[in-house]
C-alpha cells in the first residue's frame, strides 16, 4: 500500500484517533470523530464538505473483484452533507450529496449511490444497482420507497461538534489551502 | 435471559400434561400446582395506548374501534408516526414583527413517509384534526351492525319471554292438554299473530355478486413496473376498507390500543399473574411465576452420545425459593400420569352423567314433577358444593417420547435457600450441608451440581434427538397459608416432570 498522503481543508475536524490510510482528502467543515476508519485501497477517497463521520464507521475504497486489475487509478468521490452513522460499513462506488447511512448498515461496492438515499438501520445492500434519487431503504427486509425531498441537515448537531470535540480529542491540522 | 432459558432443551410437564420451558410456567399457591398458558384464564386488565401511554374505560375503546385517538402510525411501514414543525414566514410579510407561522406536518422516522408526500395539507395546530379518510362501505357496514343489534334485541327478549313462561306459577289449561293457543286460534277463526317481541329482525340487503369486471388495463402489459410505486400486502392490509394500489393514496391510520391482561388459574379462580395498572410500569402486582418457585435445572455438561453406553450428564441444580429444599430424583414413569389422567376421565364421565340424569328427572313443566310438589329445587342447589369454576381443563396424557434411560441416584440432597448476598461473599464458601450424597459432586450457596449417569437406547437412528427425563421430587414452603391463618410456614412434597433434549448420537 503507498505511503498515507492525508489532506486536510480548513475548517474540517479530524480526530487524531481516526484511523486514515492512503490518499485521503477531507473537505472543510467535515467531522470525522475518533475511531472512524477510512482505507483508500483501491485509489483516493475525495471527502467532500460538510460530512459527518461517527465513530466506529467504516469506509473503504475497494474495487469489486472484475474491475480490479485495471490501468487507470478510479476515485472514490464522497459528496457533502453525507452522514455516516454509528458502525456502518460503506463500500459504495460513488456517493452524492445528503446521503444519510444508518447506525450499522453495510453497503457494498458494487452500489452506486446518488443523493438524497437514506440506508436505514442495519440493512445490506450489496446488489449492483445505481439508486435512484432520495430512496430510503428500511426494516429488517430492506424495502425500498421513494421520498419527495432529501433526508434534514445535521446542522444543529455538527456545530455542537464542531465546537465540543476539540475540547477533549487532538486534532489534525489542516494543512491545504483553499 | 432468554438465550439461556429460551431453547428448549430443558422443558417441564404443566399439570395439565403440556411440556414447555420453566419460563413459560406459573406456579398457583393456592394449588400449589403448576399453570400454563393453556390451563390459565385470560382476562383484559386495561385498555392503553402503547404512544401515549394513556388508559381508556374499555366502554370508550369499543366507541373508537379499539383505537387512539391522538396516535397516528406510519401507513407505509407501520411505525409511530410524530409530529414535526415547519416555520413559514411571517404572517403578514410587510410587517416585520408579526409573529412566526407555525404548521405542523406528520412524519416517521423509520421510513421517512411524511404527510406531504401524499398532498395532506400541514395543520395549524399540534395537536392534530389531520383529516379523516370516509369508509366507502360505512353506509353498507352500519346496515349490517344495526341489523345484527336488531338480532341480538329480539333474541335478548325470546329468552326473557321464555324465562316467564317457565316461572309462571300457574299452568294454563292449554298447556296440560296440549293444546295450544295458536291451535285455538285457528278454530275459532282468528288469525294467527305471532308475537309482537318474537319478529323477525330486518336483515339488510344481501349483497349481489357481480359478472362486470374492468378490462385489463393496457398499461399493465406496455409500462414497465416501478415496484417503489406499489405498495405492499401488508400497506394494503393495515387499511383494509380503502386497500390502496399505489403508495400516493396511503393515508395514517389510528394506532390500535394494547390490552394488559390478568392471568387467573382455573382451578381455584385465583390470579397467577396480574400487572400493576398504570400503562407506563412494566411491574406486576401478582407474579406468580414457575421460575420462582420452582427449582431450575439446566445442563452443565454432557460427555458424548453412544447408543446403548452409559454417559455422564452433570445437571445444574438451583433453589429460587427463600426456603431450603430438599430434592429427591424418580423414575419418570409416565404410565403412571397415563392411568391418573384415565381415572380422572372415567370419574368426570360418569359426574357429568349423574348431574344430566338428576337435572332431567327435574325438568319443570313435565306433569310428573307438578304432580310431586312444586316447590322441588335441582339437587344441586340444595348440596352447598364449593364454588366451581365455569371451565375446568382436563389433565391429558404427557405425549413425549422419551429413548433414553436416566440411572437414577439414591438418596436425596439438600438445596439451602437463595440468599442473594451470598453472591458477593466469597468467604460463604463453606457449607453446614451434611451427609451429601455422592452424586453431588459440586455445591455453592443455593446451586448444587449433580452427576447423572444416561444410557441412550441400544436401536436409535442418527438424526434422532435424545430425550431423557425424570421426575423431581421437592419440598415446597407455602408461607400463603401461613401469613393468612398465623401457622407455620406449611410443607409439602410437590413432584413435576422434567424432559432434557440431550442433542443427538455421535458416531465415530
Ligand atoms: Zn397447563
Ligand atoms: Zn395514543
Ligand atoms: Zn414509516
Ligand atoms: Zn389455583
Keep these: ?178 | 435471559m432468554s438465550y439461556i432459558t429460551g431453547p428448549e432443551v430443558v422443558s417441564y410437564a404443566c399439570t395439565c400434561g403440556l411440556i414447555k420451558p420453566l419460563p413459560k410456567l406459573y406456579f398457583c399457591r393456592h394449588c400449589s400446582q403448576i399453570r400454563c398458558s393453556f390451563c390459565v384464564c385470560s382476562e383484559v386488565d386495561s385498555i392503553f395506548c402503547g404512544k401515549c401511554s394513556e388508559n381508556i374505560p374499555s366502554a370508550e375503546a369499543t366507541m373508537k374501534k379499539n383505537r387512539c385517538a391522538n396516535c397516528l402510525i406510519c401507513p407505509s411501514c407501520q411505525q409511530e408516526l410524530s409530529t414535526r414543525i415547519a416555520s413559514k414566514g411571517p404572517a403578514n410579510p410587510t410587517d416585520a414583527k408579526s409573529p412566526i407561522k407555525k404548521t405542523y406536518y406528520l412524519s416517521c422516522y423509520f421510513c421517512r413517509w411524511n404527510s406531504r408526500d401524499v398532498g395532506i395539507p400541514d395543520q395549524p395546530s399540534a395537536t392534530g384534526g389531520w383529516p379523516q379518510r370516509d369508509n366507502v362501505h360505512s353506509h353498507r357496514l352500519q346496515d349490517v351492525v344495526d341489523s345484527y343489534k336488531q338480532i341480538m334485541l329480539s333474541q335478548k327478549h325470546k329468552k326473557e319471554h321464555d324465562k316467564k313462561k317457565k316461572i309462571g306459577k300457574f299452568v294454563s289449561y292449554t298447556d296440560r292438554t296440549g293444546v295450544t293457543a295458536s291451535a285455538l286460534r285457528k278454530k275459532i277463526g282468528i288469525p294467527d299473530t305471532p308475537h309482537a317481541l318474537l319478529k323477525k329482525p330486518k336483515m339488510p340487503e344481501p349483497a349481489v355478486a357481480s359478472n362486470d369486471v374492468d378490462e385489463l388495463p393496457e398499461h399493465l402489459i406496455t409500462t414497465p413496473l416501478n415496484l417503489m410505486d406499489i405498495t405492499t400486502v401488508e400497506q394494503r392490509l393495515l387499511q383494509p376498507e380503502s386497500q390502496p394500489l399505489t403508495v400516493d393514496k396511503l393515508f395514517p391510520v389510528r394506532k390500535q390500543l394494547s390490552i394488559k391482561k390478568s392471568l387467573r388459574c382455573r382451578c381455584c379462580e385465583r390470579n397467577v399473574s396480574k400487572p400493576e395498572f398504570n400503562p407506563s410500569s412494566v411491574k406486576f402486582k401478582i407474579q406468580l411465576f414457575a421460575y420462582f418457585h420452582i427449582p431450575e435445572v439446566r445442563i452443565v455438561s454432557l460427555s458424548p452420545l453412544v447408543e446403548g453406553v452409559p454417559s455422564e450428564l452433570i445437571l445444574k441444580f438451583t433453589n429460587p425459593t427463600q426456603h431450603q429444599t430438599t430434592i429427591t430424583l424418580l423414575n419418570l414413569d409416565l404410565a403412571e400420569q397415563e392411568n391418573y389422567v384415565k381415572e380422572l376421565t372415567v370419574s368426570e364421565v360418569a359426574e357429568c352423567l349423574e348431574h344430566s340424569l338428576s337435572l332431567q328427572s327435574k325438568q319443570p313443566g313435565s306433569l310428573t314433577s307438578i304432580s310431586v310438589g312444586s316447590g322441588s329445587q335441582p339437587s344441586s342447589l340444595l348440596s352447598l358444593t364449593p364454588r366451581q369454576p365455569s371451565i375446568t381443563v382436563k389433565p391429558r396424557k404427557i405425549e413425549q417420547h422419551v429413548n433414553c434411560d436416566v440411572e437414577m441416584p439414591e438418596g436425596a440432597f439438600v438445596l439451602p435457600p437463595r440468599d442473594d448476598a451470598a453472591e458477593y461473599d466469597e468467604s460463604s464458601d463453606v457449607h453446614n450441608v451434611e451427609h451429601d450424597p455422592k452424586h453431588v459432586v459440586w455445591r455453592k450457596s443455593n446451586k448444587a451440581f449433580i452427576k447423572l449417569l444416561v444410557v441412550p437406547n441400544a436401536n436409535l437412528q442418527a438424526n434422532q434427538d435424545v430425550v431423557c427425563g425424570f421426575s423431581m421430587e421437592h419440598i415446597y414452603t407455602n408461607i400463603l397459608v401461613a401469613t393468612m391463618e398465623n401457622k407455620q410456614p406449611q410443607k409439602s412434597h410437590h413432584r413435576v416432570r422434567i424432559f432434557f433434549n440431550l442433542g443427538k448420537i455421535t458416531r465415530e
Excluded at chain 1, 487524531?16 to 483501491?42: N, W
Design chain 1, 1 to 178: 500500500m503507498s505511503k498515507n498522503s492525508i489532506k486536510i481543508f480548513p475548517g474540517a475536524i479530524v480526530c487524531e484517533e481516526a484511523k486514515l490510510r492512503g490518499d485521503i482528502t477531507v473537505g472543510s467543515g467535515t467531522i470525522i470523530h475518533p475511531c472512524a476508519t477510512i482505507v483508500a485501497e483501491a485509489g483516493p477517497i475525495i471527502i467532500g464538505e460538510q460530512c459527518l463521520i461517527e465513530e466506529q464507521a467504516k469506509i473503504v475504497h475497494r474495487l469489486p473483484l472484475d474491475q480490479q486489475n485495471k490501468e487507470n487509478t478510479p476515485v472514490l468521490i464522497i459528496g457533502s452533507h453525507n452522514v455516516f452513522e454509528v458502525g456502518c460499513t460503506v463500500e459504495a462506488l460513488k456517493i452524492g450529496n445528503n446521503n444519510v447511512f444508518e447506525a450499522k448498515c453495510f453497503v457494498g461496492n458494487k452500489v452506486t449511490v446518488t443523493n438524497g438515499c437514506t440506508f436505514g438501520t442495519g440493512c445490506v445492500v450489496t446488489d449492483e444497482q445505481i439508486l435512484k434519487e432520495n430512496v430510503s431503504i428500511f426494516g429488517a427486509k430492506c424495502h425500498m420507497r421513494e421520498s419527495l425531498d432529501k433526508p434534514a441537515p445535521q446542522t444543529l448537531q455538527m456545530e455542537t461538534l464542531v465546537k465540543l470535540l476539540p475540547n477533549y480529542h487532538h486534532i489534525r491540522k489542516p494543512n491545504c489551502k483553499h
